[in-house]
């Protein structure tokens, strides 16, 4: 088989596809010869801030002498950039051939499943030391469950993906609290009280240990010098700058630091000052991704409410903003705009190249009157527009979905991928 044929039989399974369920990927797993159960794993859930924390971890694990397997999605560029070991993704003669091997399970997997296996087949061959897996969706019928993690982590509960999670946060938190295992440590982030509610009982009902921000650790901006002062059960880390930018990577930089923590408590190498230094230098594309120019671009994967009011907040001394928006037909256009507009009321929509892509004017259609809004048929176009509106002064801030990030830093010569 052909890397082309490969990826074009990946395709085929269309990434859109969702069948909550565990039979098929535990099915593949085990014809595949257990491969989860070959190297030690966490597994990073919530609704926003994973993909920074699996980065953020990974970049202290390799640091720390750990070969060790990053599994993420979606993909900016390339399917190869969701399986990666240390900072070098899976290589197209790799993923041909684990192509080839799963489709050999003859197990109808649908695509996420498909990669799930890839992934774990991945590290298995490769004698990860460790692997840090991000969620997909959700977390109790994800194909990423079907493993056995010595540490789970749940980096926030919000509302998305409600046609399967729930349409309410406590829905939401269970579904996400199926990460956890019985006896092992979870992580738990800054959640909205309702759900922290839901994650306690269901950690209690499981066995699970619970660590719980603002508990048995936090994160807070120093008074002076601009950095954050982590605290955990363990460690305590001063004059902490994350390498990823945004007010959000606060947070996100907390549980990285107390999953790492809970690790070094079990027995992994990794000490206080190697995370520091690793989670300094830890870089994310698309995540308050700045590309210098005149005006300069700010390309973020916000693509739901939560994550938009997280983005708005770091944006507050950026003065006027004029917005490049595009988003997938699931996502709430109204709401994520309107709280846009707090800093700028002038949008430029455009059409994404994706099954679930919405035209510029479906998009138009939902947005609130009294906007400045422009509709271009192409992102390279909108990239063009955005710029010419915010002028030498204004700032461009591209944001709506990973689809529309992933467009924007290919238009801008940022097409690449780095850890």
Not at 109 to 125: I, N
Not at 166 to 179: C, N, Q, R, W, Y
Not at 412 to 418: A, D, N, P, Q, V
Request: glycine share 10%; proline share 4%; hydrophobic share 45%.
């Amino acid at each position: 088989m052909t890397y082309e044929r490969a990826l074009s039989y990946l395709v085929s399974l269309n990434e859109s596809r969702i069948k909550p369920g565990l039979e098929r990927i535990r099915q593949a797993l085990s014809a595949l010869g257990s491969p989860h159960f070959q190297f030690p794993h966490v597994l990073v859930g919530g609704t926003n801030g994973k993909g920074s924390v699996v980065t953020f971890m990974g970049a202290t694990l390799t640091a720390s002498g750990y070969r060790t397997g990053l599994f993420t999605s979606p993909h900016l560029h390339s399917f190869e950039e969701r399986i990666v070991i240390g900072s070098k993704p899976v290589t197209r003669r790799e993923f041909t051939e684990l192509v080839s091997a799963v489709r050999a399970t003859e197990v109808p997997l649908t695509y996420f499943e498909f990669a799930t296996a890839m992934a774990l087949l991945h590290f298995a061959r490769q004698k990860t030391d460790i692997a840090v897996l991000e969620v997909g969706i959700g977390g109790r019928w994800d194909a990423t469950n079907a493993t056995h993690p010595v540490l789970s982590v749940i980096t926030s509960v919000a509302m998305d993906h409600e046609k399967w999670l729930g349409h309410t946060v406590e829905e939401v938190a269970l579904e996400k609290s199926g990460i956890m295992r019985e006896g092992n440590p979870v992580v738990v982030g800054p959640l909205d009280p309702n759900a922290v509610g839901v994650v306690l009982e269901q950690g209690s009902a499981v066995g699970a240990r619970v660590i719980l921000y603002g508990r048995d650790f936090s994160a807070r901006p120093e008074v002076s010098g601009g950095g954050l002062h982590f605290r955990g059960l363990r460690w305590d880390i001063r004059n902490l700058v994350p390498g990823m930018k945004g007010v959000f990577q606060h947070y996100n930089a907390a549980c990285a630091l107390a999953g790492l923590e809970t690790l070094a408590s079990d027995g992994f190498r990794i000490s206080q000052d190697a995370a520091a230094r690793s989670m300094a230098s830890a870089r994310w594309p698309g995540r308050f991704h700045e590309v210098a120019g005149q005006p300069p671009v700010i390309v973020d994967s916000a693509h739901n409410l939560a994550a938009v009011r997280a983005l708005v907040a770091s944006l507050e001394d950026r003065g006027e903003v004029v917005w490049l928006f595009s988003s997938l037909s699931d996502k709430d256009v109204g709401s994520m705009t309107a709280e846009m507009s707090r800093l700028g009321k002038r949008f430029v929509l455009a059409p994404l190249d994706h099954p679930r892509a919405r035209t510029a004017g479906e998009m138009a259609e939902e947005m609130a009157e009294g906007l400045d809004v422009r509709l271009v048929h192409s992102v390279g176009e909108g990239v063009e527009e955005a710029r010419r509106q915010a002028g030498e002064k204004g700032t461009v801030v591209a944001a709506g979905s990973v689809v529309l990030a992933g467009a924007v830093l290919r238009e801008l010569g940022k097409e690449g991928f780095e850890v």
